[in-house]
């Protein structure tokens, strides 16, 4: 093989880890039958929430995923496959399920990696359901919120009472 050649895969194969240390999500996901403006419509959506869609050599992604011990990732990684890289442990299966829903059985989620660690089609269609990073703050400041109001609507009735 070509010297030139080597080092360009080894390249992209220190791109792919760059990338991967970087999110905390890695949407695996088949893209057969995409037109390229339903493609740039997805990574249009992706860029929106901090996500980014990359299309590599399946050979690559495997040694990427066996330098960041990945078990399980190189079972996936068969046919036309887009790696999609999130920041947030949500948002790329979000969308990626999102869209999915649209094209039909054009975009398949295969699974993927949330927080370093393998995870099925099943595993990553359930992180997709999960409210994003602001929904679940917000449910949480409700929750601290909650007792607080009870005991001034408490006070407030007892004041009006007398």
Known sequence: ???TVLE????LVKEIVSKAKESEAIVVAEYRGLTV????ELRRALRKEDATMF???NSLVERASKELGYDGLDSIL???NAIIFSKDVCAGAKITRKYAKRYGDVLIIKGGVVEGKFADADMMNEVAKLPGRDG???MLLSCLQAPVRQFACTVKAVADAK
């Open 78 to 80: 068969t046919g036309p």
């Open 136 to 138: 679940l703050l917000s």
């Open 1 to 3: 093989m070509n010297k």
């Open 55 to 57: 299309v590599y050599k």
């Open 8 to 11: 360009a895969k080894q390249n």
């Open 37 to 40: 403006s339903q493609i740039q």
